[in-house]
């Protein structure tokens, strides 16, 4: 692990959370559940920052930078890169992956509007099917003891979703999940969407608050009730909450499942970054 602040004086300017193996530096994070990141860089001094780490590595016998799920807009692509080929470093940036994200508008009106013509009414006609098929409540928990109790379902529904998702909630990530969402939900950065159907939950959304966005981390739904498109309405929910609070953004997270075009993502391209130093 090679957990390295910056400073100038006594100020930090920059910190890079990466792993060391052998003679190449990486992410800390795991691809399997980091949708994309970055390097935490403060405005104006990207230059300084990545002068400084560049020199450390090369140091330490680091000969490349691997850098997974970095989006357009990440210091990676729009600073480090350039530092980089200024030293006479070999630099290669492809497309793997991306990202969808939808920009809120101002209501809840104005979002359907901003939907193709067919998906407006498909969204239209299954949360009227769902009211008419019971009594449904949409709820959001962002306490921290609340939050703590109610991962349980959160953990259950997720697993219940799909097979594969079962398999990756393994005992270990289990532990992931609610040390990240107990931590968060302390800072005032999470939110845990439920869709209650007849007083049972019947889907599940968690999301991350940060600024003006929200970020959809995971989901799960009861199968019992896939049939009145539980899954996709509490994604639906949790965006027009995100809108009724004034958010800007709200991001889909990384991977192109057909949902998140259907409510109006917009692709964001996620590049893999090698760099060689000398």
């Not at 800007?248 to 259907?262: I, M, N, S, V, W």
Request: overall charge positive; some cysteine; hydrophobic content about 40%.
């Amino acid at each position: 692990m090679y957990l390295c602040a910056v400073r100038h004086a006594e100020e930090v300017i920059g910190i890079a959370p990466l792993l060391l193996e052998n003679d190449t530096a990486s992410f800390m994070g795991s691809t399997d559940v980091c949708d994309y990141q970055d390097f935490i860089v403060a405005p104006g001094r990207d230059d300084e920052f990545f002068s400084a780490l560049l020199d450390n590595l090369h140091h330490k016998g680091i000969k490349q930078l691997n850098l997974e799920a970095v989006r357009p807009d990440s210091t990676v692509r729009t600073a480090l890169v350039n530092v980089a080929r200024a030293r006479g470093c070999q630099v290669s940036c492809k497309k793997r992956d991306i990202s969808l994200e939808l920009e809120l508008p101002k209501t809840w009106d104005e979002y359907l509007l901003m939907l193709k013509a067919k998906h407006r009414h498909e969204i239209r006609r299954k949360l009227r099917r769902l009211k008419e098929a019971g009594n449904i409540n949409y709820r959001v928990v962002e306490d921290t003891a609340e939050v703590k109790q109610e991962l349980e379902i959160f953990f259950k529904l997720f697993k219940m979703s799909r097979d594969d998702k079962e398999m990756f909630m393994t005992a270990k990530m289990t532990s992931f999940f609610r040390s990240l969402a107990q931590t968060l939900a302390a800072e005032k950065m999470l939110k845990l969407f439920f869709l209650d159907f007849n007083g049972k939950p019947a889907a599940t959304v968690i999301c991350f608050d940060y600024d003006s966005g929200i970020y959809l981390y995971n989901n799960g739904f009861d199968i019992k009730f896939s049939s009145l498109s539980v899954g996709i309405l509490c994604k639906v929910f949790s965006i027009k909450n995100s809108i009724q609070g004034g958010k800007q953004k709200y991001d889909f997270l990384k991977g192109a499942e057909t949902y998140k075009y259907q409510l109006g993502g917009k692709e964001v391209p996620l590049y893999q970054c090698k760099i060689y130093l000398i």
